[in-house]
């Protein structure tokens, strides 16, 4: 596609259910980015993948959160037993990253998330 | 404190003044990013600059880069209503980790009178 989608554009949940956010990148694009932006917190970076591995979680919250990503395109964010603190807007990015420089990271337009 | 400062957090201008956004880093700058971002929707990207010195321009907009002062400051000339929203600086600091992941300022809101 012409740019990084997500799916849900939003998605209203209640407190203790699991939720799965989807991002496809950016075709080629070998770097994803999972952020999370509230209101108290600003934009917070979750998890790095290249390919298919995750070298960095270091900004997962809690052992709630988890994500995967398979065949180095499709990415899904899963959060088990969701709760209020967890409501904001989650953002994903792809780069097409190489190993020794920063490259643009261009991003989706996000998943609103609601757990009441 | 903040590793990624942004000043000022909000701006009031009339349509066709000049503007200035600061963004600066207590950490190295590896690279570093600026996107607009409007109420409820996802982050556009503007530009990204690495070098230090290195300036970049689009449409009425030009970033610069201090890498000295690890700061880089974004100027909008005569300022549109579409110049409206909020812009957000993000800095690349992974360093030799190189995982590109970015953190980022507060944001700063502009409002363009017509």
């Known amino acids: 596609g012409a740019g990084v989608s997500q799916s849900p554009s939003n998605k209203v949940t209640e407190k203790g259910k699991d939720v799965e956010l989807r991002c496809d990148p950016i075709s080629g694009h070998t770097a994803l980015y999972w952020y999370r932006q509230s209101l108290g917190q600003g934009l917070e970076f979750l998890i790095y993948?290249?390919?298919?591995?995750?070298?960095?979680k270091s900004g997962l919250p809690s052992d709630r959160f988890s994500a995967e990503r398979t065949g180095g395109s499709v990415s899904t964010l899963t959060i088990q037993r969701t709760q209020q603190e967890d409501s904001a807007v989650y953002l994903c990015a792809s780069s097409s990253r190489p190993t020794l420089s920063s490259y643009e990271q261009y991003f989706g337009p996000g998943t609103r998330l609601t757990v009441t | 404190s903040q590793e990624l400062e942004q000043s000022p957090q909000s701006l009031i201008v009339q349509e066709g003044k000049n503007l200035t956004i600061n963004c600066t880093s207590s950490?190295?700058?590896?690279?570093l990013y600026w996107y607009k971002q409007k109420y409820g929707e996802g982050l556009i990207f503007l530009m990204m600059?690495?070098?230090?010195?290195e300036e970049k321009s689009h449409e009425k907009i030009t970033a610069k880069l201090d890498e000295k002062k690890q700061q880089s400051s974004l100027h909008i000339t005569a300022s549109q209503p579409s110049h409206a929203g909020i812009y957000l600086c993000?800095?690349?600091?992974?360093?030799?980790?190189?995982?590109?992941?970015?953190?980022f300022g507060q944001g700063t809101t502009l409002q363009v009178k017509p």
């Open positions: 950490k190295t700058l590896y690279g």
């Open positions: 993948f290249q390919g298919n591995s995750a070298p960095d």
């Open positions: 993000g800095a690349d600091i992974s360093g030799s980790s190189n995982t590109g992941k970015l953190i």
């Open positions: 600059l690495q070098k230090g010195g």
